[in-house]
């Protein structure tokens, strides 16, 4: 069956710093990935979506890579802030599905 | 617009008892999911529904669960009877079109905590 690994271990990173959060999955490569942020006590958030015929995608300070051959997506936060600080999760949904995977999402903390 | 909204946020009832959450999704969306999410096995899509017509229910854990969507604003997912193992956050999302490219929109949601 499909997995979806995240670092289970929390981040911790600087103020100002670059965040890099990883997906990787297993077998089949998906024809999406999204990427969405999770705050306590909310749902998650939509933040980015990448094909699979793309290699990066940005968006104001966040960057998503794609390598089917690693079979990994990077989430990248540039200049971080302590706002940033939250779960981050990566989804994976294959074609003829509209359903997606989620992983277990990787917990950011930006110190000031 | 509100967004998802789901009832309650937070249940706590003993092993056996029957619980009910409820779900409104954003207006005009088509689709409607139910996730939970725990710790251990993340988030899982347990059912999804396109224009009140349930559609994949591959993810329902257990014939104790059951989900209904009687018109195009409400959403029910039941557990009968409940057990501990199904203490989780249960989260409804909706979003507007098919395909996997859509966002999907998650309501706050329901902490269940079955004793």
């Known amino acids: 069956s499909q997995k979806i690994e995240q670092n289970s271990e929390a981040l911790n990173i600087q103020e100002g710093k670059t965040a890099t959060l990883t997906c990787n999955y297993t077998?089949?490569?998906?024809?999406?990935l999204q990427w969405y942020r999770q705050d306590p006590g909310r749902g998650p958030v939509f933040l980015l979506l990448i094909r699979e015929n793309e290699k990066e995608k940005r968006k104001e300070r966040l960057k998503v890579t794609f390598d089917t051959t690693l079979k990994q997506s990077l989430f990248h936060i540039t200049a971080s802030q302590p706002a940033d600080s939250a779960t981050y999760l990566c989804?994976?949904?294959?074609?003829?599905?509209?359903?997606?995977?989620f992983g277990t999402g990787t917990r950011l903390k930006v110190l000031a | 617009d509100a967004g998802v909204i789901q009832s309650p946020r937070h249940e706590v009832t003993e092993m056996g008892q029957e619980v009910t959450l409820r779900c409104k999704p954003i207006?005009?969306?088509?689709?409607l999911f139910w996730y939970r999410q725990t710790m251990m096995r993340g988030l899982e899509l347990l059912i999804y529904f396109n224009n009140n017509v349930p559609i994949d229910d591959s993810g329902m854990p257990e014939d104790r669960f059951s989900a209904k969507m009687p018109n195009a604003s409400f959403s029910t997912l039941k557990i009968q009877p409940s057990e501990p193992r199904d203490s989780a956050v249960y989260f409804c999302?909706?979003?507007?079109?098919?395909?996997?490219?859509?966002?999907?929109?998650f309501g706050p949601g329901t902490r269940l905590l079955v004793l």
């Open positions: 999302a909706s979003s507007r079109l098919a395909g996997a490219q859509e966002t999907q929109y």
């Open positions: 077998n089949y490569s998906p024809a999406y």
């Open positions: 207006s005009g969306h088509d689709y």
């Open positions: 989804a994976l949904s294959f074609s003829g599905t509209y359903k997606y995977i």
